[in-house]
């Protein structure tokens, strides 16, 4: 099995679709995003709390641990009776999503590890590689999952979460070119690696979508 055809046969727009086209997938698809954001949310205030801490900071930790919150709600809009944490059963292969998160974690840290021998600016710029990696994919999904939402006339929306993530995705890469004289290349090859991990993250839930 080629590459190429594991990424047709499994593309973004058309996995989506068929997991909304059914109400229990969707709502499971839904809380397993909410995971994913309270993972990001935990982690930012995991490593992020110093004296350092600063605005960007605290709105970063405060605006995923809300989008948590709204995939969680929208899994309730989908299904009334949804249950409310993330076991397994819960979500749309929860192992698969959380070692997409960790491996990308291990990933970054090893990069800037060999550059970056000072621990604060070392911790500091793992956590800007690692969100604006995961935020980045996250607009190509979330775009094209909004744009299904939308044409299906769903009552939910990912236009103000969107809105959102764009803007940490500005301030995140203005930190990281202050503090990275190769942030450029830097990132393009985590992103080269990330597309790796993605893949295989979403091989499995465009296997589940065909339940
Ligand atoms: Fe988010
Ligand atoms: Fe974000």
């Given at each position: 099995m080629g590459h190429a055809t594991e990424t047709t046969n499994h593309s973004i727009p058309e996995v989506l679709k068929a997991i909304v086209s059914k109400e229990m997938n969707h709502a499971l698809w839904l809380n397993t995003l909410s995971l994913l954001e309270h993972i990001g949310s935990r982690k930012i205030l995991l490593t992020q709390?110093?004296?350092?801490?600063s605005e960007m900071i605290l709105r970063h930790a405060t605006e995923e641990a809300r989008h948590a919150l709204f995939f969680k709600k929208a899994a309730r809009t989908i299904q009334p009776e949804f249950r409310s944490g993330y076991q397994n059963s819960s979500l749309v292969r929860g192992t698969a999503a959380r070692i997409y998160f960790a491996k990308l974690d291990t990933l970054v840290r090893r990069n800037l590890k060999k550059v970056f021998t000072d621990e604060r600016t070392f911790t500091y710029l793992a956590y800007l590689y690692t969100t604006t990696v995961i935020e980045k994919r996250a607009m190509v999904v979330y775009n094209a999952y909004d744009e299904i939402l939308n044409q299906s006339g769903s009552p939910i929306r990912l236009t103000n979460l969107i809105l959102e993530e764009e803007g940490h995705l500005s301030e995140m890469s203005a930190e990281m070119y202050r503090l990275d004289p190769n942030a450029e290349q830097r990132l393009a090859l985590l992103e080269a690696e990330e597309a790796k991990i993605f893949a295989r993250f979403w091989r499995q839930i465009g296997e589940f979508s065909l339940n």
């Open positions: 709390s110093s004296e350092d801490t």
